[in-house]
């Protein structure tokens, strides 16, 4: 089994719905939870909207990931703020390591320059296979 890395920007803690997310940044996202929305089976439902935006599985490389992510996103979070006094953005890294050693997660400059401009945390996640 390989090592693998996976990444998607996560926009939540918002009320409005997804779909002016969509709208106010002109891209289409990978999944969606509404406000109100069943969370699996159970009897809870969503307090606030999510909205989830992945690069396709086909690409690999960390580099190529985030250059996926800027080239579909615009260059600050900012025009969220129409529509929502409150939103929050968060970078989700999976880290998938099979073996003694995993993949070196090495963010350019740019990368975390353009996450500050969306004020997003990042979170990241080591599972060992």
Do not use: H, K, Y
Not at 15 to 21: F, L, N, Y
Not at 48 to 76: F, G, H, K, V, Y
Not at 89 to 114: I, K, N, T, Y
Request: aromatic share 6%.
């Amino acid at each position: 089994m390989q090592n693998t890395t996976s990444i998607a920007l996560i926009i939540a803690d918002f009320i409005c719905d997804p779909d002016e997310v969509s709208s106010s940044l002109e891209v289409e996202p990978t999944e969606v939870f509404r406000v109100g929305a069943l969370i699996g089976r159970g009897p809870r439902t969503n307090r606030t909207s999510a909205w989830r935006l992945s690069p396709p599985s086909e690409l690999i490389e960390l580099t190529a990931q985030m250059d996926w992510l800027r080239a579909r996103l615009p260059a600050s979070g900012s025009v969220l703020d129409s529509i929502s006094a409150r939103w929050e953005a968060e970078l989700v890294v999976v880290v998938e390591v099979s073996g003694a050693s995993g993949p070196a997660l090495d963010f350019r400059r740019e990368d975390l320059e353009w996450l500050a401009e969306w004020r997003a945390a990042m979170d990241v996640s080591l599972r060992c296979l």
